[in-house]
């Protein structure tokens, strides 16, 4: 216990080293965590109303970006997947940042159903023994379990094989493995619950499908390991790692295969939704093209449709080996995902209400503010785990023994 703490001093003295880019970024993203808490504490005191979000439309920019940031967290799977099941060795030495941004998805997922919650501070309502967690029954508390689980192993994880690492020590296989072949499920039913939570809500036709739980999971695991090969690319440019290209190029035909299921999914869901024509179309209607002189999410969802067919047409070309082409595609694809997951998802069943009104959602300045001090300090913590990490993966921070 006492090296553990040696170790997690010496960590954090990490923290207050580097060059100015490494603070002008640190400083940048603080701040703009700030600006964010200091949005919601006007939420928290004025309520909701200082939102875009109605009776009508009670999900908005908030569950958007939960629902993205939960696929985040679900890609770091597909780092371990090949190194843990098939011994992929060209992913073995950058597995750890994948489950470091696991992490930091997660506590963001959990800060935007935070920030959705009228009234946080009555959550102790479903925590067990005080409160009701209403389990099985309900999927709020099934995904309740499922992202905090999630956050937990990963923790573990992470902690046990760096501290080894600190320690000079092999690490004991039956000590972690376990928990990383239920962290490999755990990941795929983050997700899967997310999508069931949609599914399963009968009163919106336009969520009432089965392959919306395979369309997040695919458009998951392109988003993810696609800003993961942003976050090694950075990584390598900014400090003494090494991420061959053989790791970027690796993620690269993962991507290509998520994208295709992805794009050809989105096909399916469209086809059922416009070839059907039913009373039911009227949310992809307003999508896609506006209902009754309302066109509010047009032309976003379009933007997210060329977004993912350019990303898709790179990925699939041998151009993409290069890695400027590959860091376009990369790009795309995460903006036409974030696009078509959020605003063409969650939103647009809302919209007409069961009485057929149309009421239009647009997030107001605050709720944007608190979005971006959110996303600031997800990238805040992602900074400092990676700057506390690499010292030890590279040896430069490890256990010295003290000979008296």
């Known amino acids: 216990m006492f090296d553990f703490s040696t170790y997690l001093w010496r960590s954090a003295l990490e923290l207050f080293e580097g060059g100015w880019r490494y603070f002008a970024w640190t400083l940048l993203l603080a701040l703009l965590s700030l600006i964010g808490l200091n949005a919601y504490c006007k939420q928290f005191v004025h309520g909701l109303i200082t939102t875009g979000m109605t009776d009508q439309v009670s999900w908005g920019l908030y569950i958007a970006n939960f629902t993205f940031l939960v696929g985040m ?3 770091a799977v597909m780092l371990v997947i090949p190194v843990y099941v098939y011994k992929e060795e060209t992913l073995h030495d950058v597995v750890i940042f994948g489950e470091l941004l696991a992490i930091a998805a997660i ?7 935070t920030v959705d919650l009228g009234r946080p501070e009555r959550f102790w309502h479903m925590v067990p023994l005080i409160g009701k967690l209403n389990w099985p029954g309900s999927m709020l508390s099934w995904d309740v379990i499922v992202l905090n689980g999630y956050l937990a192993l990963n923790v573990y994880i992470c902690a046990y094989l760096v501290y080894m690492k600190y320690l000079g020590r092999e690490p004991v296989k039956m000590l972690y493995l376990p928990f990383v072949f239920a962290a490999i499920v755990w990941a795929i039913s983050i997700h899967t619950v997310t999508a069931f939570l949609y599914v399963g809500l009968g009163g919106r ?5 089965a392959i919306i739980a395979p369309r997040f999971l695919a458009s998951a695991f392109t988003s993810g390991p696609g800003f993961i090969i942003l976050t090694l690319q950075i990584i390598r440019r900014f400090t003494d790692y090494h991420v061959p290209d053989t790791a970027l190029l690796r993620l690269r035909s993962i991507i290509q295969v998520s994208m295709i299921l992805n794009v050809f999914l989105f096909v ?3 086809f059922k939704e416009f070839y059907t024509d039913t009373q039911h179309v009227a949310s992809a209607k307003y999508l896609f093209f506006g209902l009754h002189g309302h066109q509010g999410l047009v032309p976003w969802i379009w933007t997210a449709l060329a977004l993912n067919l350019t990303a898709l047409f790179l990925l699939i070309l041998p151009v993409s080996r290069s890695l400027k082409y590959l860091n376009l595609a990369c790009v795309l694809a995460i ?45 805040l913590l992602y900074t400092l785990f990676l700057k506390m990490t690499i010292p030890v993966l590279k040896g430069r921070l490890k256990f010295q023994k003290i000979i008296l």
């Open 107 to 113: 506590i963001m997922c959990l800060l935007f159903v």
């Open 205 to 209: 036709p336009f969520w009432n499908s």
């Open 268 to 270: 399916c869901e469209v």
């Open 335 to 379: 903006g036409g995902i974030w696009i078509e997951k959020g605003m063409g998802l969650v939103i647009p069943a809302f919209i007409p209400t069961q009485l057929g009104e149309i009421v239009e959602y647009l997030p107001t300045l605050n709720e944007t503010l608190i979005c971006i001090g959110i996303w600031a300090f997800g990238l």
């Open 73 to 75: 967290a679900a890609a």
